[in-house]
Structure formats: C-alpha cells, structure tokens
T-cell receptor
Framework: AQKVTQAQTEISVVEKEDVTLDCVYE???????LFWYKQPPSGELVFLIR??????QNEISGRYSWNFQKSTSSFNFTITASQVVDSAVYFC?????????????FGQGTILTVHP | DSGVTQTPKHLITATGQRVTLRCSPR?????VYWYQQSLDQGLQFLIQ???????AKGNILERFSAQQFPDLHSELNLSSLELGDSALYFC????????????????FGPGTRLTVL
C-alpha cells in the first residue's frame, strides 16, 4: 500500500521568510512518481512539480525548490522569500505501480499562511 | 486554467436525491479521474477511465457510478445521497496512450462543490 504523510498541518510565516513543507512517502514499488499540488483559497488544484523515483536531482523553479531524498523517502518543498500569494494548502502526492494505474495517493495537506 | 472543465460549480440537494457531475478533459487527454475531497477523508481517489473503459477503482461507494463517453467527457453519478457525501468533487485528466497513467501528470478541474442538506 502507498502512503503519504505531511506532518505539518499548518505553517504560519511572515512575508519574505523561507519555508519548507515536509513530505514523507511509503511504497514498496521501485518505480514511482511524486507530485506537489497547490490549492489556493479559490479551491482548484494546481500542479507544481512531478519527480520520478530514478531522478534524485533537486529542482529549482524561481522561488520554489524541491529536495528529493530516496534514502529517507522524503520529497520536501521549499519556498524562498515567501509572498502573501503563496498562502494556500499544499499537497504532496504519490503515484506508484501495480494495479494502481493512475491513482494518486495524497497527503493530508499543509496549510501555509503568509502574513504581510 | 488547467483546461479541464467541470459543471456545475456548486450543487445543493437533499438527502436521498441523485445528481450528475460532468467533466470535460483537456483536449487530447484520454484518461479521466474522479476524486473526492472532504474534511475528514482528505483527497480520495474514486475511479479512473481511459478512452471509455474503466481502468482503476478506488474507494468509490456502490451508490456512485461513472462513465466516459465516446467524446471523452465523463459523468459521475451520485445516488441516494447522504449528508456525508457533501464534499468537493474533482475531475482530472491526463494524456498518454498506454493507459498505464503512472507517468502522466494529472491536471485538475475547478471542482464541483456538493452540499447535501
């Protein structure tokens, strides 16, 4: 079975602070895919990044960066110099193999509030 | 805008009723997925269709059913509604011709908020 844990339920920061959202996953499959989605107050789910299990290279996209560590089964997300517009719920998700096909297993989400 | 459309945006109905949620995937996407987001269960996978055929099933209740039509749009039917069915229902779509879907990124629609009174 697959499982995703986002231990931080809520995080509150002041604008321009850096913030890291933690994600730990469990799967027995050797090939899997990890994702981060953002859910702003408007409610839609916005895709941020996809990473496969064979690519441990960290990625940076503007103020966003992701740290994938297979040894600790973690896929953490850092926002540098946070802004009020970053306030949202962030979900980490896992797509593994077997008969799961396209099933995404989501973590419980982390509510990020950035104060001006 | 993900390119996935869902109607209606909001739906208010009474217990025991039946409703239909509609989803149009992104142009060219063959797979459609349905998810339920509720406060107590979080985001849960319900079902996946690929090119008109059911491909994977999650925690979908027997009172719920779905289908994907030849034009690739999909409908999720919820019947004998209960208070606990109140939730945000998302549709997502992805491309890929193999149907395995593991490698595909799922793009989500804006959701349909269902309220059962």
């Amino acid at each position: 079975a697959q499982k995703v844990t986002q231990a931080q339920t809520e995080i509150s920061v002041v604008e321009k602070e850096d913030v890291t959202l933690d994600c730990v996953y469990e799967t027995r499959d050797t090939t899997y895919y990890l994702f981060w989605y953002k859910q702003p107050p408007s409610g839609e789910l916005v895709f941020l990044i996809r990473r496969n299990s064979f690519d441990e290279q960290n990625e940076i996209s503007g103020r966003y960066s992701w740290n994938f560590q297979k040894s600790t089964s973690s896929f953490n997300f850092t926002i540098t110099a946070s802004q009020v517009v970053d306030s949202a719920v962030y979900f980490c998700a896992l797509n593994a193999g077997g008969t799961s096909y396209g099933k995404l297993t989501f973590g419980q989400g982390t509510i990020l509030t950035v104060h001006p | 805008d993900s390119g996935v459309t869902q109607t209606p945006k909001h739906l208010i109905t009474a217990t025991g009723q039946r409703v239909t949620l509609r989803c149009s995937p992104r142009s060219g996407d063959l797979s459609v997925y349905w998810y339920q987001q509720s406060l107590d269960q979080g985001l849960q996978f319900l079902i996946q269709y690929y090119n008109g055929e059911e491909r994977a099933k999650g925690n979908i209740l027997e009172r719920f059913s779905a289908q994907q039509f030849p034009d690739l749009h999909s409908e999720l039917n919820l019947s004998s509604l209960e208070l606990g069915d109140s939730a945000l229902y998302f549709c997502a779509s992805s491309g890929g011709t193999s149907g395995s879907s593991r490698t595909d990124t799922q793009y989500f629609g804006p959701g349909t908020r269902l309220t059962v009174l």
